[in-house]
């Protein structure tokens, strides 16, 4: 019979290799801008909060923060890395203003960090302090995160259209927060990884539950469009 710990690990596995797929997904977009050297109207804004959040995951993983949470230190991690090629591609093809904005965001990123990580360590004693405070920010940023598709929720349920709702992305992001609120469950009891995971979980249902609902509707719709018998036209 699997353990406790034994089905921990394998559940967080699984859970890397959907996150992997999620930090691997922009690269045809880096790809299309090395290709054609330039940014074009491409923002970083996203990659850019993503290094904090992967940072501050990262952080919150390490032994004296959080113990036994390897496998969230090993996702952020590889995370982080992608990120910073991300915006390295970013910064070679942007425009001056471009770059300056780039780099004042990433030092204000590392400003706030930093001093996270001093007070973390000076102020608070014990693994249960750090990792309240710590925890507390991550969860804001990850939540941040799962909640930023309601732009294109509300855009779909406007339009009636599926067309900016990419389904993949959305599974993904499901399947991801499924993955994390499982293994946030398993004993140690990780409540931090289960608060934001688990609002991940609503939210992409809530996004797969609209795809599917105006996704039918519109096929039904295309269906009673082509059974509309079509006037007849003269020939001349």
């Known amino acids: 019979m699997v353990n406790a710990s034994v089905a921990r690990n394998i559940v967080g596995i699984i859970g890397n290799v959907i996150s992997f797929g999620l930090f691997f997904s922009p690269a ?33 993983g390490l032994p004296f923060v959080h113990p036994n949470s390897l496998l969230v230190v090993t996702i952020n991690g590889v995370g982080l890395v992608f990120e910073f090629v991300y915006l390295t591609i970013f910064y070679v093809y942007a425009n001056n203003k471009g770059r300056k904005k780039l780099l004042l965001f990433l030092l204000i990123e590392a400003i706030f960090f930093a001093a996270i990580v001093l007070v973390t360590m000076l102020a608070l004693h014990g693994t249960t302090k750090r990792s309240l405070v710590v925890g507390i920010i991550c969860d804001i940023f990850n939540i941040m995160m799962y909640v930023s598709p309601l732009t294109v929720m509300a855009k779909v ?69 082509d059974h509309v018998p079509k006037p007849a036209v003269a020939a001349v």
């Open 28 to 60: 045809p977009t880096f790809y299309k801008i090395i290709k054609k050297k330039d940014v074009e109207e491409f923002k970083p804004d996203p990659y850019i909060a993503t290094v904090l959040n992967c940072a501050f995951w990262v952080f919150y």
């Open 157 to 225: 349920i406007k339009t009636k259209s599926v067309e900016y709702m990419p389904f993949w992305l959305s599974l993904a992001n499901f399947l991801n927060g499924l993955c994390w609120t499982t293994y946030a469950l398993i004993h140690p009891l990780d409540i931090y990884v289960l608060i934001s995971n688990g609002i991940g979980v609503i939210s992409g249902l809530v996004q797969l539950l609209l795809y599917a609902f105006f996704w039918c509707k519109g096929r039904n719709k295309k269906e009673a469009e």
